[in-house]
């Protein structure tokens, strides 16, 4: 069955077009960040539920498009099982190649309001060489809680990279995972924070990659870790 936007209840009309904006607005940061290159990488979010006679939906960058060209209009909406949302806009493109991948996480972690996918230099790198990026430094301990662990080699094209994404970051306080010989993905409550998580996950892994070009980094013990961990997430910032 065709779902048509136009056809779905004016709160969830509503939950969409502010879902695209979000998403085109972050889409901004990831070559501002220098995260992404030409058309590579993605984000997405989960659209807020506001029926429950509406199946679930996210919202996420087109296939191929120019980072110049994203807008709110052409991001693309589609239920959890990757069928498109007819809308009259975007009805020309095609979502991201990452989409299932993304579409497992929301469907296997509730807690997942946003996924990003990037191919940054150094977080990369480190895939590439499936290890996990040790945690030494406090900046990862308050981030990622401990190392930033490596996903399994997975084929771009349907779910498996989502399985691995889940496999590895279920229980796991990291919100970013290495996927081997692939590149970063990261999570979050939201789009804002996967984003987040994105450019950390790449500052982090540059740093340590410089520090062992000079040496051995020195490891945080465990119980340094958890505390500050514990401090950032709960008590750093604003409430």
């Known amino acids: 069955m065709t779902l048509v936007l136009a056809d779905l209840p004016a709160a969830t009309q509503e939950a969409v077009a502010a879902t695209r904006e979000r ?3 972050l889409h901004a940061e990831l070559p501002r960040n220098q995260l992404v290159v030409w058309t590579a990488g993605n ?13 679930a939906l996210l919202v996420i960058k087109p296939s191929g498009v120019s980072y110049d060209e994203l807008t709110a209009e052409n991001m693309v909406v589609c239920t959890l ?4 949302i007819v809308d009259g806009t975007s009805d020309a493109l095609t979502p991201s190649s990452d989409t299932a991948a993304h579409a497992y996480v929301y469907a296997h972690m509730d ?3 946003g996924v990003v996918h990037t191919h940054s230099t150094y977080a990369t790198a480190w895939a590439a060489r499936g290890e996990e990026i040790p945690c030494v430094l406090t900046m990862m301990a308050d981030e990622f809680g401990g190392p930033v662990p490596i996903g399994p080699f997975a084929i771009i094209g349907d779910d498996s990279i989502g399985h691995g994404i889940v496999e590895t970051l279920r229980g796991h306080r990291s919100p970013a995972v290495l996927m081997q010989n692939h590149g970063p993905f990261t999570i979050g409550k939201d789009a804002r924070a996967a984003v987040k998580a994105a450019v950390m996950v790449e500052e982090v892994a540059r740093t340590v990659h410089i520090s062992r070009q000079l040496g051995e980094p020195l490891p945080i013990a465990q119980q340094h870790i958890d505390s500050l961990y514990d401090r950032y997430q709960n008590v750093y910032g604003q409430r």
């Open 43 to 55: 984000v997405s979010e989960r659209v807020p539920a506001t029926d429950p006679e509406v199946p």
């Open 81 to 84: 099982d990757g069928k498109k």
């Open 23 to 25: 998403v085109a607005a």
């Open 111 to 113: 807690e997942v309001g």
